[in-house]
């Protein structure tokens, strides 16, 4: 009874998914074959998928390319993998629709450093005044140190008239990467340059008179001077 109860398994299992076909026509089982998973995305798949979203960006704001951008916003807030949700992001870069531009805004509370410094080099290339309060916040307010350098030079693409204020943060910094970002974007968001100089910088950014800092400093180091002996 029990041999055919085995012979009646072994059947059985041989005319399911273990089944194959011999060299000579016949049904061979084999206990170690699977059906094959085709519906699984690696996040190399993945990344290059999203990769490919942002070739059917045109430039313009019509109805189709509004919905392209919304199906890369929900991709967005479901991927789990910050390597492809840095690709969404370059992606909706390229699409010129008013969600764009707040998706990548949004992008700047992920939770990952790298995509927050992503969005931050997107917003600074877009160039949308729309963007320097949340760029603001992010160098106030980011626990990254890169990232906050990152919101500093893409303030400086952002010709705003909140730019300059929002740069002060970064000229009262005491590091001297935050300082010097902060020089080079002020110069580049206002046309103006002051050789370098963080005390005329910034208070050219609080809407002082930067000639008066840069002459209070020659004053002061004309001062110091008298008292060194060499």
Request: net charge neutral; aromatic share 4%; charged share 25%.
């Amino acid at each position: 009874m029990t041999f055919t109860r085995n012979t009646l398994l072994l059947l059985t299992l041989a005319t399911t998914a273990g089944c194959q076909s011999g060299p000579l026509g016949g049904l061979v089982w084999n206990p170690f074959s699977r059906a094959e998973r085709t519906s699984y995305e690696t996040p190399a798949m993945r990344t290059e998928r999203a990769l490919a979203a942002g070739d059917a960006a045109d430039g313009t704001d019509s109805a189709r390319q509004q919905e392209l951008t919304v199906e890369l916003a929900r991709k967005v807030q479901t991927e789990p993998d910050p390597l492809v949700r840095d690709a969404i992001m370059k992606s909706v870069a390229k699409f010129k629709t008013p969600l764009a531009g707040q998706v990548l805004t949004a992008g700047l509370q992920d939770a990952d450093p790298m995509v927050r410094r992503r969005c931050c080099e997107l917003l600074g290339r877009r160039g949308d005044p729309a963007s320097t309060a949340a760029l603001a916040e992010t160098l106030r307010n980011d626990t990254d140190q890169d990232v906050r350098i990152e919101a500093v030079r893409a303030l400086g693409n952002v010709r705003s008239p909140e730019t300059n204020a929002a740069l002060v943060a970064a000229l009262e910094s005491r590091d001297p990467a935050m300082q010097y970002a902060g020089v080079q974007s002020l110069a580049k968001a206002t046309g103006r340059d002051f050789n370098g100089d963080v005390r005329a910088c910034l208070a050219y950014a609080k809407g002082e008179s930067p000639a008066a800092a840069q002459e209070d400093q020659t004053s002061v180091a004309s001062r110091v001077g008298r008292y060194l002996p060499f």
